[in-house]
Protein backbone atom coordinates (compact mmCIF):
# COMPACT_ATOMS: atom_id res chain seq x y z
CA UNK A 1 0.00 0.00 0.00
CA UNK A 2 0.99 3.50 -0.94
CA UNK A 3 2.13 5.33 1.83
CA UNK A 4 0.35 8.31 2.86
CA UNK A 5 1.65 11.89 1.06
CA UNK A 6 3.22 13.40 4.62
CA UNK A 7 4.73 10.31 5.36
CA UNK A 8 6.39 10.39 1.88
CA UNK A 9 7.48 14.05 2.44
CA UNK A 10 9.15 12.53 5.86
CA UNK A 11 10.89 9.31 4.13
CA UNK A 12 12.40 11.46 1.37
CA UNK A 13 14.10 13.63 4.64
CA UNK A 14 15.68 10.02 5.75
CA UNK A 15 18.83 7.62 5.39
CA UNK A 16 17.64 4.11 3.27
CA UNK A 17 17.92 2.28 6.01
CA UNK A 18 15.77 4.23 8.06
CA UNK A 19 13.06 4.85 5.30
CA UNK A 20 12.98 0.73 5.00
CA UNK A 21 12.12 0.28 8.68
CA UNK A 22 10.09 3.07 8.84
CA UNK A 23 8.29 1.09 5.89
CA UNK A 24 8.24 -1.88 7.48
CA UNK A 25 7.18 -0.94 10.69
CA UNK A 26 3.76 -0.19 8.28
CA UNK A 27 4.09 -3.76 7.32
CA UNK A 28 5.11 -2.28 3.75
CA UNK A 29 8.15 -4.32 2.17
CA UNK A 30 9.54 -4.38 -1.56
CA UNK A 31 9.43 -7.71 -3.15
CA UNK A 32 13.11 -8.39 -3.08
CA UNK A 33 12.60 -8.33 0.93
CA UNK A 34 11.80 -11.23 3.22
CA UNK A 35 8.63 -9.52 4.88
CA UNK A 36 6.87 -9.09 1.26
CA UNK A 37 3.46 -10.77 1.60
CA UNK A 38 3.96 -13.25 -1.55
CA UNK A 39 0.55 -14.53 -1.63
CA UNK A 40 -0.60 -13.85 -5.62
CA UNK A 41 -3.55 -11.21 -6.04
CA UNK A 42 -6.51 -12.90 -7.15
CA UNK A 43 -7.20 -13.08 -10.99
CA UNK A 44 -9.71 -10.27 -12.45
CA UNK A 45 -13.26 -11.64 -14.40
CA UNK A 46 -11.36 -11.94 -17.86
CA UNK A 47 -7.97 -13.06 -16.66
CA UNK A 48 -6.44 -16.80 -16.13
CA UNK A 49 -3.43 -17.58 -14.13
CA UNK A 50 -0.41 -19.92 -15.01
CA UNK A 51 3.14 -19.89 -15.97
CA UNK A 52 5.10 -16.87 -17.40
CA UNK A 53 5.21 -17.11 -20.55
CA UNK A 54 8.71 -14.56 -20.54
CA UNK A 55 11.19 -14.11 -17.88
CA UNK A 56 14.09 -11.44 -17.64
CA UNK A 57 16.93 -12.98 -15.28
CA UNK A 58 19.44 -10.62 -15.93
CA UNK A 59 21.80 -8.40 -15.02
CA UNK A 60 20.96 -5.64 -12.42
CA UNK A 61 21.74 -2.11 -13.79
CA UNK A 62 21.86 -3.68 -17.57
CA UNK A 63 18.73 -1.40 -18.80
CA UNK A 64 16.00 -4.28 -17.77
CA UNK A 65 13.41 -1.17 -16.67
CA UNK A 66 13.78 0.32 -20.31
CA UNK A 67 13.67 -2.90 -22.03
CA UNK A 68 10.84 -4.38 -19.86
CA UNK A 69 8.18 -1.32 -20.59
CA UNK A 70 9.17 -1.69 -24.08
CA UNK A 71 8.28 -5.01 -24.06
CA UNK A 72 5.05 -3.83 -22.13
CA UNK A 73 4.63 -1.42 -25.18
CA UNK A 74 3.72 -4.30 -27.37
CA UNK A 75 -0.51 -4.94 -27.79
CA UNK A 76 0.46 -8.74 -27.45
CA UNK A 77 1.87 -8.42 -23.70
CA UNK A 78 -0.15 -8.12 -20.82
CA UNK A 79 0.98 -7.04 -17.42
CA UNK A 80 -1.90 -5.65 -14.71
CA UNK A 81 -1.51 -2.51 -13.27
CA UNK A 82 0.14 -2.87 -9.87
CA UNK A 83 2.11 -5.74 -10.42
CA UNK A 84 5.71 -5.20 -10.17
CA UNK A 85 8.21 -5.88 -12.80
CA UNK A 86 10.47 -7.82 -10.70
CA UNK A 87 7.95 -10.41 -8.32
CA UNK A 88 11.15 -11.52 -6.66
CA UNK A 89 9.02 -14.69 -5.88
CA UNK A 90 11.46 -17.65 -6.27
CA UNK A 91 14.38 -15.66 -4.39
CA UNK A 92 13.07 -17.13 -1.41
CA UNK A 93 13.65 -20.26 -2.16
CA UNK A 94 16.94 -21.16 -2.02
CA UNK A 95 16.81 -23.47 1.17
CA UNK A 96 12.91 -23.74 1.41
CA UNK A 97 10.93 -26.15 -0.35
CA UNK A 98 9.48 -25.43 -3.64
CA UNK A 99 6.67 -28.09 -4.26
CA UNK A 100 3.62 -27.94 -6.24
CA UNK A 101 1.55 -25.31 -4.03
CA UNK A 102 4.38 -23.32 -4.35
CA UNK A 103 4.72 -23.21 -8.08
CA UNK A 104 1.08 -22.43 -8.12
CA UNK A 105 1.76 -19.24 -5.90
CA UNK A 106 4.08 -18.34 -8.20
CA UNK A 107 1.91 -19.11 -11.40
CA UNK A 108 -0.86 -16.95 -9.51
CA UNK A 109 1.44 -13.87 -10.11
CA UNK A 110 1.27 -14.07 -13.90
CA UNK A 111 -2.82 -13.39 -14.58
CA UNK A 112 -3.62 -12.68 -18.18
CA UNK A 113 -6.27 -12.50 -20.60
CA UNK A 114 -6.51 -14.33 -24.02
CA UNK A 115 -4.38 -14.03 -26.76
CA UNK A 116 -1.73 -12.24 -24.72
CA UNK A 117 1.70 -13.45 -23.38
CA UNK A 118 2.73 -12.08 -20.03
CA UNK A 119 5.91 -12.20 -17.44
CA UNK A 120 8.88 -10.67 -15.52
CA UNK A 121 12.12 -9.25 -15.39
CA UNK A 122 13.57 -9.33 -11.80
CA UNK A 123 17.20 -8.92 -12.74
CA UNK A 124 18.55 -10.35 -9.65
CA UNK A 125 17.68 -13.79 -10.64
CA UNK A 126 20.74 -14.29 -12.64
CA UNK A 127 23.38 -14.57 -10.06
CA UNK A 128 21.53 -16.49 -7.86
CA UNK A 129 22.15 -19.98 -8.67
CA UNK A 130 18.75 -21.72 -7.27
CA UNK A 131 16.64 -19.94 -9.42
CA UNK A 132 17.31 -21.60 -12.82
CA UNK A 133 16.07 -25.18 -11.72
CA UNK A 134 13.02 -23.30 -10.22
CA UNK A 135 12.44 -22.04 -13.01
CA UNK A 136 12.92 -25.19 -14.97
CA UNK A 137 10.15 -26.86 -12.59
CA UNK A 138 7.63 -23.94 -12.50
CA UNK A 139 8.24 -22.67 -16.08
CA UNK A 140 9.14 -25.08 -18.38
CA UNK A 141 8.28 -23.43 -21.17
CA UNK A 142 9.17 -19.70 -20.77
CA UNK A 143 11.55 -17.85 -22.51
CA UNK A 144 14.55 -16.04 -20.83
CA UNK A 145 15.48 -12.86 -21.35
CA UNK A 146 19.28 -11.65 -20.38
CA UNK A 147 20.74 -8.00 -21.03
CA UNK A 148 24.50 -7.44 -20.45
CA UNK A 149 26.47 -4.57 -20.30
CA UNK A 150 30.17 -3.98 -19.43
CA UNK A 151 30.80 -5.51 -15.96
CA UNK A 152 33.30 -2.87 -14.79
CA UNK A 153 30.30 -0.47 -15.76
CA UNK A 154 28.21 -2.54 -14.30
CA UNK A 155 29.96 -2.86 -11.00
CA UNK A 156 29.76 0.55 -10.61
CA UNK A 157 26.46 1.23 -11.65
CA UNK A 158 25.50 -1.40 -9.30
CA UNK A 159 27.43 -0.16 -6.35
CA UNK A 160 26.40 3.17 -6.40
CA UNK A 161 22.91 1.69 -6.59
CA UNK A 162 23.37 -0.51 -3.57
CA UNK A 163 24.50 1.69 -1.34
CA UNK A 164 21.92 4.40 -2.32
CA UNK A 165 19.05 2.00 -1.59
CA UNK A 166 20.53 1.64 2.14
CA UNK A 167 22.94 -1.48 1.69
CA UNK A 168 25.51 -1.14 4.43
CA UNK A 169 29.30 -0.36 3.07
CA UNK A 170 30.57 -3.05 3.72
CA UNK A 171 32.98 -5.92 1.89
CA UNK A 172 30.16 -7.70 1.60
CA UNK A 173 27.98 -5.42 -0.53
CA UNK A 174 31.03 -4.65 -3.11
CA UNK A 175 31.22 -8.59 -3.04
CA UNK A 176 27.63 -9.06 -4.40
CA UNK A 177 28.51 -6.22 -6.92
CA UNK A 178 31.33 -8.16 -8.08
CA UNK A 179 29.75 -11.34 -8.54
CA UNK A 180 26.95 -10.17 -10.37
CA UNK A 181 29.07 -9.30 -13.65
CA UNK A 182 30.54 -13.01 -13.91
CA UNK A 183 27.91 -13.42 -16.56
CA UNK A 184 29.59 -16.39 -18.38
CA UNK A 185 29.24 -18.68 -14.96
CA UNK A 186 25.74 -17.27 -14.26
CA UNK A 187 25.11 -18.25 -18.20
CA UNK A 188 27.03 -21.64 -17.60
CA UNK A 189 24.74 -21.92 -14.53
CA UNK A 190 21.61 -20.84 -16.28
CA UNK A 191 22.42 -23.89 -19.08
CA UNK A 192 22.19 -26.44 -17.04
CA UNK A 193 18.40 -26.00 -16.44
CA UNK A 194 17.41 -24.31 -19.30
CA UNK A 195 18.63 -25.15 -23.08
CA UNK A 196 20.42 -22.46 -24.48
CA UNK A 197 17.81 -21.65 -26.99
CA UNK A 198 14.97 -20.76 -25.10
CA UNK A 199 17.84 -17.99 -23.51
CA UNK A 200 17.96 -14.71 -25.76
CA UNK A 201 20.95 -12.88 -24.55
CA UNK A 202 21.37 -9.41 -25.37
CA UNK A 203 24.12 -6.38 -24.86
CA UNK A 204 22.70 -2.88 -23.19
CA UNK A 205 25.10 -1.10 -25.36
CA UNK A 206 23.81 -2.33 -28.72
CA UNK A 207 20.28 -1.62 -27.45
CA UNK A 208 21.50 1.81 -26.80
CA UNK A 209 23.27 1.77 -30.15
CA UNK A 210 19.85 0.29 -32.48
CA UNK A 211 16.93 0.21 -30.01
CA UNK A 212 14.87 -0.59 -33.16
CA UNK A 213 16.51 -3.22 -34.52
CA UNK A 214 17.47 -5.08 -30.82
CA UNK A 215 14.09 -4.38 -29.75
CA UNK A 216 12.63 -6.36 -32.72
CA UNK A 217 14.74 -9.52 -32.32
CA UNK A 218 13.11 -9.84 -28.55
CA UNK A 219 9.36 -9.25 -29.98
CA UNK A 220 11.08 -12.04 -32.46
CA UNK A 221 12.35 -14.50 -29.47
CA UNK A 222 9.30 -14.16 -27.86
CA UNK A 223 6.83 -14.65 -31.00
CA UNK A 224 5.46 -11.34 -30.95
CA UNK A 225 4.94 -9.90 -34.14
CA UNK A 226 6.53 -6.79 -35.35
CA UNK A 227 5.60 -3.54 -33.57
CA UNK A 228 7.04 0.01 -33.28
CA UNK A 229 6.53 1.79 -29.94
CA UNK A 230 6.38 5.43 -29.27
CA UNK A 231 9.36 6.75 -27.52
CA UNK A 232 11.52 3.84 -27.98
CA UNK A 233 14.84 5.73 -27.06
CA UNK A 234 13.58 7.14 -23.92
CA UNK A 235 14.89 5.32 -21.07
CA UNK A 236 13.60 4.84 -17.49
CA UNK A 237 14.58 4.76 -14.63
CA UNK A 238 17.77 6.28 -15.04
CA UNK A 239 20.06 6.73 -11.64
CA UNK A 240 20.57 10.61 -11.29
CA UNK A 241 23.90 11.42 -9.43
CA UNK A 242 27.25 10.61 -9.62
CA UNK A 243 28.66 6.97 -9.42
CA UNK A 244 31.25 5.52 -7.42
CA UNK A 245 34.71 7.00 -8.39
CA UNK A 246 37.25 4.21 -9.44
CA UNK A 247 41.16 4.91 -9.12
CA UNK A 248 42.62 4.05 -12.09
CA UNK A 249 44.83 0.81 -10.88
CA UNK A 250 41.56 -0.47 -9.08
CA UNK A 251 39.37 -0.28 -12.41
CA UNK A 252 42.65 -1.92 -14.14
CA UNK A 253 42.35 -4.66 -11.28
CA UNK A 254 38.66 -5.18 -11.73
CA UNK A 255 38.86 -5.55 -15.53
CA UNK A 256 41.96 -8.26 -14.80
CA UNK A 257 39.08 -9.69 -12.49
CA UNK A 258 36.56 -10.31 -15.40
CA UNK A 259 38.62 -11.28 -18.44
CA UNK A 260 38.72 -14.80 -18.33
CA UNK A 261 34.92 -14.82 -17.52
CA UNK A 262 34.10 -12.24 -20.44
CA UNK A 263 36.46 -14.21 -22.45
CA UNK A 264 34.07 -17.61 -21.85
CA UNK A 265 30.96 -15.35 -22.20
CA UNK A 266 32.07 -14.31 -25.87
CA UNK A 267 32.19 -18.51 -26.50
CA UNK A 268 28.75 -19.05 -25.16
CA UNK A 269 27.50 -16.04 -26.76
CA UNK A 270 28.95 -15.66 -30.05
CA UNK A 271 27.09 -12.05 -30.84
CA UNK A 272 28.80 -10.54 -27.98
CA UNK A 273 30.50 -7.66 -29.88
CA UNK A 274 33.02 -7.01 -27.32
CA UNK A 275 34.57 -3.38 -28.94
CA UNK A 276 31.09 -2.45 -27.04
CA UNK A 277 32.67 -2.50 -23.70
CA UNK A 278 35.45 -0.26 -22.92
CA UNK A 279 37.03 -2.82 -20.43
CA UNK A 280 37.49 -5.47 -22.69
CA UNK A 281 38.02 -2.66 -25.99
CA UNK A 282 41.03 -0.66 -23.93
CA UNK A 283 38.55 2.26 -24.59
CA UNK A 284 37.71 5.26 -22.38
CA UNK A 285 35.02 4.61 -19.90
CA UNK A 286 32.03 5.82 -21.12
CA UNK A 287 29.32 7.41 -18.69
CA UNK A 288 26.16 5.68 -20.58
CA UNK A 289 24.03 6.84 -17.64
CA UNK A 290 23.01 4.22 -14.83
CA UNK A 291 19.73 2.13 -16.34
CA UNK A 292 18.32 -0.79 -13.93
CA UNK B 1 34.14 9.96 21.44
CA UNK B 2 34.45 7.05 19.48
CA UNK B 3 36.26 4.98 21.76
CA UNK B 4 33.06 6.29 23.90
CA UNK B 5 30.56 5.68 22.32
CA UNK B 6 31.80 2.14 21.87
CA UNK B 7 32.15 1.49 25.11
CA UNK B 8 28.73 2.32 25.49
CA UNK B 9 27.25 0.69 22.91
CA UNK B 10 29.49 -2.50 23.94
CA UNK B 11 27.40 -2.03 27.51
CA UNK B 12 24.43 -2.70 25.61
CA UNK B 13 22.99 -6.05 25.88
CA UNK B 14 23.31 -8.41 22.99
CA UNK B 15 19.55 -9.69 22.64
CA UNK B 16 18.69 -5.75 22.59
CA UNK B 17 20.78 -4.66 20.26
CA UNK B 18 19.33 -7.37 18.10
CA UNK B 19 16.05 -5.91 18.56
CA UNK B 20 17.04 -3.40 16.10
CA UNK B 21 17.45 -4.94 11.78
CA UNK B 22 20.82 -5.91 10.70
CA UNK B 23 20.89 -2.80 7.89
CA UNK B 24 20.15 -0.35 11.24
CA UNK B 25 22.70 -1.54 13.16
CA UNK B 26 25.12 -1.08 10.26
CA UNK B 27 23.76 2.35 9.31
CA UNK B 28 24.16 3.68 13.35
CA UNK B 29 27.74 2.12 13.11
CA UNK B 30 28.77 4.02 10.52
CA UNK B 31 27.33 7.32 11.62
CA UNK B 32 28.53 7.33 15.20
CA UNK B 33 32.25 6.00 13.34
CA UNK B 34 32.11 3.03 15.37
CA UNK B 35 33.63 0.66 12.00
CA UNK B 36 34.18 -2.99 12.39
CA UNK B 37 36.34 -4.99 10.58
CA UNK B 38 34.23 -5.96 7.53
CA UNK B 39 32.97 -1.84 7.16
CA UNK B 40 34.63 -0.30 4.45
CA UNK B 41 35.52 2.52 6.38
CA UNK B 42 37.36 0.42 9.14
CA UNK B 43 41.03 1.42 9.12
CA UNK B 44 42.93 -0.01 11.62
CA UNK B 45 46.57 0.60 12.75
CA UNK B 46 49.33 -2.37 12.68
CA UNK B 47 50.32 -3.21 16.11
CA UNK B 48 54.45 -1.47 17.20
CA UNK B 49 56.85 -4.61 16.52
CA UNK B 50 58.56 -5.50 19.79
CA UNK B 51 62.17 -5.32 20.48
CA UNK B 52 63.82 -7.89 17.98
CA UNK B 53 60.67 -8.50 15.92
CA UNK B 54 60.53 -7.42 12.18
CA UNK B 55 57.67 -7.23 9.70
CA UNK B 56 57.27 -8.19 6.23
CA UNK B 57 55.01 -10.14 4.21
CA UNK B 58 53.48 -13.49 5.77
CA UNK B 59 54.87 -16.62 5.27
CA UNK B 60 51.64 -18.38 4.91
CA UNK B 61 48.25 -17.49 4.42
CA UNK B 62 44.98 -19.67 5.48
CA UNK B 63 41.96 -18.17 3.09
CA UNK B 64 38.58 -19.95 4.20
CA UNK B 65 36.54 -21.17 3.30
CA UNK B 66 33.90 -19.90 5.79
CA UNK B 67 32.45 -22.31 8.24
CA UNK B 68 34.83 -24.57 7.08
CA UNK B 69 36.92 -24.89 9.97
CA UNK B 70 39.57 -22.63 8.71
CA UNK B 71 39.76 -20.82 12.43
CA UNK B 72 40.17 -24.02 14.09
CA UNK B 73 43.15 -25.21 11.76
CA UNK B 74 44.60 -21.84 12.34
CA UNK B 75 44.41 -22.13 15.96
CA UNK B 76 46.63 -25.13 15.43
CA UNK B 77 48.97 -23.75 13.41
CA UNK B 78 49.82 -20.92 15.87
CA UNK B 79 50.27 -23.85 18.36
CA UNK B 80 53.52 -24.52 16.89
CA UNK B 81 56.57 -22.94 18.83
CA UNK B 82 57.77 -21.77 15.10
CA UNK B 83 54.66 -19.96 14.05
CA UNK B 84 54.45 -16.46 15.44
CA UNK B 85 51.38 -15.05 17.52
CA UNK B 86 48.94 -12.71 16.36
CA UNK B 87 48.05 -14.47 13.30
CA UNK B 88 44.30 -14.12 14.12
CA UNK B 89 43.42 -10.45 14.45
CA UNK B 90 40.01 -9.46 12.66
CA UNK B 91 41.76 -6.58 11.50
CA UNK B 92 44.69 -7.92 9.58
CA UNK B 93 42.11 -10.70 7.98
CA UNK B 94 39.61 -7.78 6.45
CA UNK B 95 42.61 -5.44 5.48
CA UNK B 96 41.98 -6.18 1.91
CA UNK B 97 38.09 -5.44 1.71
CA UNK B 98 38.27 -1.84 1.17
CA UNK B 99 41.09 -1.87 -2.01
CA UNK B 100 38.43 -3.62 -4.56
CA UNK B 101 37.55 -0.05 -5.08
CA UNK B 102 40.66 1.42 -3.99
CA UNK B 103 44.44 1.81 -4.95
CA UNK B 104 46.46 -0.54 -4.02
CA UNK B 105 49.94 0.82 -4.29
CA UNK B 106 53.59 0.58 -2.32
CA UNK B 107 52.40 2.02 0.54
CA UNK B 108 49.66 -0.53 1.02
CA UNK B 109 51.87 -2.91 0.63
CA UNK B 110 54.21 -1.62 3.43
CA UNK B 111 51.09 -1.05 5.84
CA UNK B 112 49.99 -4.65 4.98
CA UNK B 113 53.73 -5.86 6.20
CA UNK B 114 53.37 -4.56 9.71
CA UNK B 115 50.32 -6.45 10.36
CA UNK B 116 53.11 -9.34 10.99
CA UNK B 117 55.90 -9.18 13.27
CA UNK B 118 58.29 -12.03 13.78
CA UNK B 119 61.03 -13.21 15.64
CA UNK B 120 63.88 -14.21 13.36
CA UNK B 121 63.60 -18.04 13.04
CA UNK B 122 59.55 -18.42 13.37
CA UNK B 123 57.03 -17.82 10.56
CA UNK B 124 53.99 -15.96 10.78
CA UNK B 125 50.72 -16.29 8.75
CA UNK B 126 47.71 -14.27 7.52
CA UNK B 127 44.19 -15.34 7.94
CA UNK B 128 40.67 -14.50 5.88
CA UNK B 129 37.56 -16.43 5.80
CA UNK B 130 36.69 -14.42 2.94
CA UNK B 131 40.10 -15.00 1.13
CA UNK B 132 38.75 -17.06 -1.92
CA UNK B 133 35.35 -15.81 -1.92
CA UNK B 134 35.93 -12.45 -2.15
CA UNK B 135 38.05 -12.38 -5.55
CA UNK B 136 40.23 -9.25 -5.32
CA UNK B 137 42.03 -10.24 -2.50
CA UNK B 138 44.13 -13.12 -3.95
CA UNK B 139 45.80 -11.27 -6.71
CA UNK B 140 46.34 -8.51 -3.67
CA UNK B 141 47.85 -10.89 -1.65
CA UNK B 142 49.87 -12.47 -4.18
CA UNK B 143 51.18 -8.79 -4.75
CA UNK B 144 51.92 -8.22 -1.08
CA UNK B 145 53.43 -11.54 -0.56
CA UNK B 146 54.05 -13.60 -3.83
CA UNK B 147 56.29 -15.90 -1.51
CA UNK B 148 53.59 -17.10 0.53
CA UNK B 149 52.34 -20.44 1.12
CA UNK B 150 48.34 -20.69 1.33
CA UNK B 151 46.39 -23.06 2.87
CA UNK B 152 42.86 -23.46 2.02
CA UNK B 153 39.88 -25.59 3.80
CA UNK B 154 37.13 -27.25 1.95
CA UNK B 155 34.16 -28.71 3.37
CA UNK B 156 31.12 -30.73 2.13
CA UNK B 157 29.34 -27.54 0.37
CA UNK B 158 25.72 -28.12 1.29
CA UNK B 159 26.67 -28.91 5.26
CA UNK B 160 29.22 -25.50 5.00
CA UNK B 161 25.95 -23.95 3.16
CA UNK B 162 23.46 -24.94 6.19
CA UNK B 163 25.82 -24.23 9.19
CA UNK B 164 26.83 -20.68 7.39
CA UNK B 165 23.42 -19.60 7.00
CA UNK B 166 22.41 -21.42 10.67
CA UNK B 167 25.37 -19.14 11.77
CA UNK B 168 24.74 -15.93 10.05
CA UNK B 169 20.77 -15.62 10.38
CA UNK B 170 21.07 -12.83 12.85
CA UNK B 171 22.89 -10.64 10.16
CA UNK B 172 20.56 -11.83 7.22
CA UNK B 173 19.36 -8.88 5.85
CA UNK B 174 15.85 -7.49 4.59
CA UNK B 175 16.98 -7.74 1.38
CA UNK B 176 18.29 -12.00 1.59
CA UNK B 177 18.86 -12.77 -2.33
CA UNK B 178 22.86 -11.12 -2.20
CA UNK B 179 23.12 -12.78 1.57
CA UNK B 180 22.06 -16.45 -0.05
CA UNK B 181 23.82 -15.51 -3.41
CA UNK B 182 27.00 -15.40 -1.61
CA UNK B 183 26.37 -18.25 1.15
CA UNK B 184 25.97 -20.82 -1.66
CA UNK B 185 28.72 -19.49 -3.96
CA UNK B 186 31.11 -20.13 -0.40
CA UNK B 187 30.69 -23.57 -1.43
CA UNK B 188 31.75 -23.39 -5.20
CA UNK B 189 35.56 -23.80 -4.45
CA UNK B 190 36.37 -25.03 -8.02
CA UNK B 191 35.86 -21.40 -9.08
CA UNK B 192 37.49 -19.84 -6.52
CA UNK B 193 40.38 -21.78 -6.47
CA UNK B 194 40.85 -21.85 -9.97
CA UNK B 195 41.25 -17.93 -9.78
CA UNK B 196 43.35 -18.62 -6.58
CA UNK B 197 45.58 -20.78 -9.02
CA UNK B 198 45.99 -17.61 -11.29
CA UNK B 199 48.15 -15.74 -8.61
CA UNK B 200 50.25 -18.69 -6.58
CA UNK B 201 51.25 -21.68 -8.93
CA UNK B 202 49.46 -25.03 -7.69
CA UNK B 203 52.67 -25.88 -5.60
CA UNK B 204 52.33 -22.96 -3.38
CA UNK B 205 48.54 -24.02 -1.80
CA UNK B 206 47.85 -26.73 -0.09
CA UNK B 207 43.74 -27.87 0.04
CA UNK B 208 42.75 -29.68 3.11
CA UNK B 209 39.35 -31.09 3.44
CA UNK B 210 38.07 -30.58 6.42
CA UNK B 211 36.35 -33.54 6.94
CA UNK B 212 39.74 -35.78 6.74
CA UNK B 213 40.87 -32.99 8.96
CA UNK B 214 38.31 -33.97 12.25
CA UNK B 215 39.14 -37.75 11.27
CA UNK B 216 42.73 -37.49 11.31
CA UNK B 217 44.19 -34.27 12.97
CA UNK B 218 47.32 -35.67 13.63
CA UNK B 219 48.14 -36.51 10.22
CA UNK B 220 46.61 -33.55 8.61
CA UNK B 221 48.31 -31.16 10.74
CA UNK B 222 51.76 -32.93 10.48
CA UNK B 223 51.47 -32.86 6.64
CA UNK B 224 50.29 -28.78 6.85
CA UNK B 225 52.98 -28.14 9.01
CA UNK B 226 55.56 -30.42 6.45
CA UNK B 227 53.96 -27.80 4.06
CA UNK B 228 54.88 -24.50 5.82
CA UNK B 229 58.53 -26.02 6.51
CA UNK B 230 58.60 -26.31 10.22
CA UNK B 231 58.70 -29.08 12.32
CA UNK B 232 56.07 -31.70 11.25
CA UNK B 233 56.85 -33.82 14.74
CA UNK B 234 55.34 -31.35 16.88
CA UNK B 235 52.40 -32.20 18.87
CA UNK B 236 49.22 -29.51 19.46
CA UNK B 237 47.98 -29.09 21.94
CA UNK B 238 43.75 -30.47 21.89
CA UNK B 239 43.33 -31.56 18.61
CA UNK B 240 39.25 -31.38 18.74
CA UNK B 241 36.84 -29.14 16.59
CA UNK B 242 34.83 -26.84 18.21
CA UNK B 243 31.88 -28.64 19.35
CA UNK B 244 29.43 -27.92 16.60
CA UNK B 245 26.06 -26.57 17.97
CA UNK B 246 22.58 -28.29 16.65
CA UNK B 247 21.13 -26.18 13.63
CA UNK B 248 18.45 -24.23 14.46
CA UNK B 249 16.65 -24.37 10.98
CA UNK B 250 16.50 -27.97 11.22
CA UNK B 251 16.98 -30.48 8.73
CA UNK B 252 15.84 -29.87 4.82
CA UNK B 253 13.01 -32.09 3.42
CA UNK B 254 14.83 -34.43 0.30
CA UNK B 255 13.54 -32.74 -2.81
CA UNK B 256 15.24 -29.56 -1.26
CA UNK B 257 18.16 -31.34 -0.16
CA UNK B 258 18.32 -32.41 -3.55
CA UNK B 259 17.81 -28.86 -5.21
CA UNK B 260 20.33 -27.80 -3.09
CA UNK B 261 22.97 -30.86 -3.53
CA UNK B 262 22.42 -30.37 -7.42
CA UNK B 263 23.72 -26.96 -7.02
CA UNK B 264 27.21 -28.38 -6.55
CA UNK B 265 27.41 -31.31 -8.91
CA UNK B 266 29.14 -29.52 -11.32
CA UNK B 267 31.55 -27.34 -9.24
CA UNK B 268 32.75 -30.40 -7.23
CA UNK B 269 33.18 -32.52 -10.38
CA UNK B 270 35.61 -29.42 -11.61
CA UNK B 271 37.24 -29.63 -7.71
CA UNK B 272 37.78 -33.07 -8.11
CA UNK B 273 39.90 -32.52 -11.37
CA UNK B 274 41.85 -29.78 -9.43
CA UNK B 275 42.69 -31.23 -6.05
CA UNK B 276 42.88 -35.22 -7.51
CA UNK B 277 43.78 -36.44 -3.86
CA UNK B 278 39.97 -34.81 -2.38
CA UNK B 279 38.03 -38.09 -1.11
CA UNK B 280 34.47 -36.94 -2.07
CA UNK B 281 33.28 -40.40 -0.29
CA UNK B 282 34.05 -37.90 2.83
CA UNK B 283 31.13 -35.41 1.39
CA UNK B 284 27.22 -36.68 1.56
CA UNK B 285 26.54 -34.28 -1.24
CA UNK B 286 28.67 -35.60 -3.67
CA UNK B 287 27.91 -38.90 -3.15
CA UNK B 288 24.40 -40.03 -4.89
CA UNK B 289 21.80 -40.89 -2.43
CA UNK B 290 19.98 -44.37 -1.88
Known sequence: MEPPAALRRVLRRLPAPWQ????????????????????????GPDETVGPPDFVGVGVQKGGTSWWYELLLEHPGVYARPGIPKERHVLTRFCTDTFGPAQVAGYHGWFPRIPGTITGEWTPDYFAYPWVAPLLARAAPDARLLVLVRDPVDRFRSGLTFRLRSGAPNTSSTVADAVRQGYYARHLRRLYESVPAE????????????????????????????PFDPPEIGREINVSQGGKL???????????????????????????????????????????????? | ?????????????????????????ADLRHRSGLTVPGDLAYRATPPRPAPGERTGPPDFAVLGAAAAGSRWWLSLIGDHPDVAPGHDSAAAAHFFDPYCTER????????????????????????????????????LLARAAPRALVVVLVRDPVERLLDGLDRTADARPAHPGSYLADAVDRGCYADQLAHLFECYPPGRVRVLQYERCVADPVGSLAATFEFLGVDPTYRARPLDPPAAAPRAAGQLDPDTLERVRDLYAHDIRALADLVPDLDLSLWPSAVAPG
Not at chain 1, 198 to 225: I, N, S
Not at chain 2, 11 to 23: E, T
Not at chain 2, 104 to 124: D, M
Open chain 1, 245 to 292: ELDAEARARLTALYRADTMELAELVPSLDLSLWPSTSGGRPRDVGAPT
Open chain 1, 198 to 225: RVLVQQYERCRADPAGELAKTYAFLGLE
Open chain 2, 104 to 139: FGPAEVATFHAWFPRRPGRIVGFWSPDGTAHPWVPP
Open chain 2, 1 to 25: MTSTARRALDRVPVRLRRLLPSDLR
Open chain 1, 20 to 43: SALLHARGDYAPWEDGFDITPPEP
